[in-house]
């Protein structure tokens, strides 16, 4: 049975789906920031998402998704072997946070079985 936590403080993630065999889809609680691929607290930046499971694989890249501010694609380096898979996200700040105040906490999504979707 898949299971879903988050620990994290006013902004978490709401949703994690699997589009495809190499795509993933999570949706916030409120908007991320999406200003630069290379921003420590910005939700394009891959280096925020750490993928862990059955076998190696990563985020390569990150897009924004049309109609949906709150909604982010994960474009991942390899296909998902079936088994759980764990996505970590952190440092990912919300458009309306304070300047130079950076959320804490992590997010933590487990999928128990391959192509399931949340």
């Known amino acids: 049975m898949p299971s879903i936590s988050f620990i994290g403080v006013g902004f978490s993630l709401e949703s994690l789906t699997q589009l495809s065999a190499t795509t993933l889809r999570v949706v ?4 991320p920031l999406q200003a630069s691929r290379t921003g420590a607290n910005d939700g394009l930046n891959p280096i925020n998402y750490v ?3 059955p076998g190696p694989n990563a985020v390569l890249t990150v897009s924004g998704v049309n109609g949906n501010g709150q ?3 994960l474009y ?3 296909q ?3 088994g759980q898979w ?3 996200v952190s440092n990912v700040q919300t458009i309306s946070a304070l300047p130079g105040r950076s ?3 992590f997010w933590r999504c487990q999928a128990s079985e391959h192509g399931h979707r949340r």
């Open 51 to 53: 993928l862990t499971g």
């Open 71 to 73: 909604a982010l694609d």
């Open 103 to 105: 959320l804490r906490g």
């Open 80 to 82: 998902l072997l079936p």
């Open 28 to 31: 916030f609680t409120d908007y």
């Open 86 to 88: 764990t996505l970590t």
């Open 76 to 78: 991942l380096a390899q």
